[in-house]
C-alpha cells in the first residue's frame, strides 16, 4: 500500500529506531525501504540526489513541498520534530515554548553526547561482527564508563532531577526517545554500567515500557546474539 510518508534506513540504526518507535507509537502509516550504510546502500545517485547528507534515517513525504519538489528530510532529530508537529503529536513535542526549548536542548546535545554510545562504543562491535566496514577499537567496561560518564552525570542530574519521570516532565517526549536509542543497544549487549546513576536506571525502565519497545528491536536482539556467539555473520 503506499502511504505518503516513506522512511529509508535499518533497524540497527539508531537514530532510525527512534523514528520507527515514534512512528509505531502513534500508529502512523509509512513505507520502509531498508538501507544499510555500512554495507554502502546509501551510496547511489538516486539517494544522494534526495538526501546529499548521504545518511539514514532519511524521510520523503510526499505530502509536503520544498523548492517545488516532495520534502526530503535527514536528521533523525529533526525528523521526530517534523512529524510531531505536523501531526499534532504535543505529548511528544510539546507547544509551550519553555518545554519545547527543553526538549530541543536534549535534542541537540544528542548528538555530541549520547551519540558517542553508537560511534565510539557499539558501531565497532556491529562492524567487526558483521564484517562490515573498518572498525576503530573496541572499549571496554571502565574505558566505555569513563568516557560516558560526563553524560551520565547531565542526564542523572540535570535531566532527572529530583526524580523527574522523564527529560522534560511526567510524559515521554522526543528528547527521550532519541537518548534512549542510543543506549538501549549497550544495556541489551551488557555494556552499560549504570551502578551510580539509579535514576537513569528507573528511567529506561520507564521507556522499556511504553509501546512497540520490543517490537521495534527485533533485529537488536538478534545482532546482539550474534555478538555474543562472537562468529561473524552477515544478512542482517
Ligand atoms: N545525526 C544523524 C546521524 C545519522 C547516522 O549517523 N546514521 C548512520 C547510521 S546509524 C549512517 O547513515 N551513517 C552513514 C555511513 O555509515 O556511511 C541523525 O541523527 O540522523
Not at 10 to 15: R, V
Not at 91 to 101: C, I, K, Q
Not at 165 to 172: A, S
Request: glycine share 4%; net charge neutral; aromatic share 10%.
Amino acid at each position: 500500500m503506499t502511504h505518503p510518508l516513506t522512511l529509508y534506513g535499518h533497524f540497527l540504526s539508531q537514530p532510525t529506531r527512534a523514528v520507527l518507535w515514534t512512528l509505531a507509537m502513534k500508529g502512523t502509516p509509512y513505507n520502509f525501504v531498508k538501507i544499510n550504510p555500512a554495507q554502502n546502500e546509501a551510496d547511489t545517485e538516486e539517494f544522494y540526489a534526495k538526501f546529499p547528507t548521504g545518511g539514514v534515517p532519511a524521510l520523503h513525504d510526499a505530502s509536503a513541498k520544498f523548492d517545488g519538489k516532495p520534502l526530503h528530510l535527514t536528521e533523525s532529530n529533526a525528523i521526530l520534530a517534523y512529524l510531531s508537529s505536523k501531526n499534532g503529536w504535543s505529548d511528544l513535542y510539546p507547544t509551550d515554548v519553555v518545554l519545547r526549548a527543553k526538549v530541543d536542548q536534549w535534542l541537540h546535545w544528542h548528538h555530541a553526547n549520547m551519540r558517542i554510545c553508537t560511534n565510539r562504543i557499539f558501531r565497532p562491535r556491529m562492524n567487526i561482527a558483521m564484517g562490515w566496514k573498518q572498525a576503530n577499537p573496541l572499549l571496554e567496561g571502565p574505558d566505555i564508563l569513563k568516557l560516558l560518564r560526563p553524560s551520565f552525570l547531565v542526564l542523572q542530574h540535570e535531566g532527572l532531577l529530583n526524580s523527574r519521570p522523564f527529560l522534560v516532565g511526567n510524559v515521554p517526549t522526543i528528547a527521550d526517545i532519541s537518548v534512549y536509542c542510543e543506549l538501549d543497544q549497550l544495556f541489551y549487549a551488557k555494556l552499560l554500567d549504570l551502578q551510580d546513576f539509579p535514576d537513569i536506571q528507573s528511567w529506561m525502565k520507564r521507556l522499556q515500557a511504553l509501546p512497540h519497545h520490543d517490537e521495534v528491536r527485533r533485529t537488536l536482539f538478534k545482532f546482539i546474539e550474534i555478538l555474543n556467539s562472537k562468529s561473524p555473520q552477515s544478512g542482517i
